[in-house]
C-alpha cells in the first residue's frame, strides 16, 4: 500500500485545505501535457495523485485509510508486502534515475547553447576586427596619399623658389 501523504508530500495530521494545495500542486507538477519527463510516469504518477487526494479529501475514506495504515504497521510485513515494497524502490529508483538523465541533458543543452553563444559572439567580434583593420587601411592609405601629394607640392614649391635663386 503505498502512502498517499507521502504521495501528496503533506504530513498525516494535515487538514483538508493544506491536502487540496498539495494535491493542486502535484497535478500541476506531473500533469501529462506539462512534464517533460516520460509521459507514461507522468500519467501514474498523476493517477497515484488522483487516488491519494481521493481518498484523504473525503474525511470517512481518510479516517479508514489511517486504519488501515495503522493496521498494516503493527503486522509483521508478508512476502507480498516486501515485494511490493520493494518494487515500489525500484519504480522510485528509475524515476529518480529518469530524472537524473533530464536534469544531465538540459545542462548538456545549456551548455551547447553558450558555447554556440560565446563562438557568435567571438565570431561576431573577429568579423568585427576584420572589418575595422579594413576600414582602418583604407584611412591609412588615403592618409599616405595626402601625405605623398603634400611632400610632392612641397618639393614642387621648394624647387620654384630655389631654381631662380640658383640661377642667378
Given at each position: 500500500m503505498k502512502d498517499y501523504y507521502e504521495i501528496l508530500g503533506v504530513n498525516k495530521n494535515a487538514d483538508a485545505k493544506q491536502i487540496k494545495s498539495a494535491y493542486l500542486n502535484m497535478l500541476k507538477k506531473y500533469h501529462p501535457?506539462?512534464?517533460?519527463?516520460?509521459?507514461?510516469?507522468?500519467?501514474?504518477?498523476?493517477?497515484?495523485?488522483?487516488?491519494?487526494?481521493?481518498?484523504?479529501?473525503?474525511?470517512?475514506?481518510?479516517?479508514?485509510?489511517d486504519n488501515s495504515l495503522k493496521n498494516i504497521f503493527s503486522l509483521p510485513k508478508t512476502k507480498v508486502q516486501t515485494k511490493q515494497n520493494s518494487n515500489e524502490i525500484a519504480w522510485y529508483k528509475r524515476v529518480f534515475v529518469e530524472i537524473k538523465k533530464l536534469k544531465q541533458q538540459k545542462k548538456e543543452k545549456k551548455k551547447l547553447k553558450q558555447n554556440n553563444k560565446n563562438n557568435n559572439i567571438y565570431n561576431k567580434t573577429q568579423n568585427n576586427a576584420k572589418n575595422l583593420d579594413n576600414k582602418e587601411n583604407t584611412v591609412e592609405k588615403k592618409e599616405i596619399k595626402k601625405l605623398n601629394i603634400l611632400i610632392f607640392i612641397t618639393i614642387i614649391i621648394i624647387i620654384l623658389f630655389l631654381l631662380p635663386i640658383i640661377v642667378f
Open positions: 501535457d506539462i512534464y517533460e519527463g516520460d509521459k507514461a510516469i507522468a500519467q501514474q504518477k498523476t493517477q497515484e495523485i488522483n487516488l491519494a487526494y481521493d481518498t484523504l479529501s473525503d474525511t470517512s475514506k481518510k479516517q479508514a485509510y
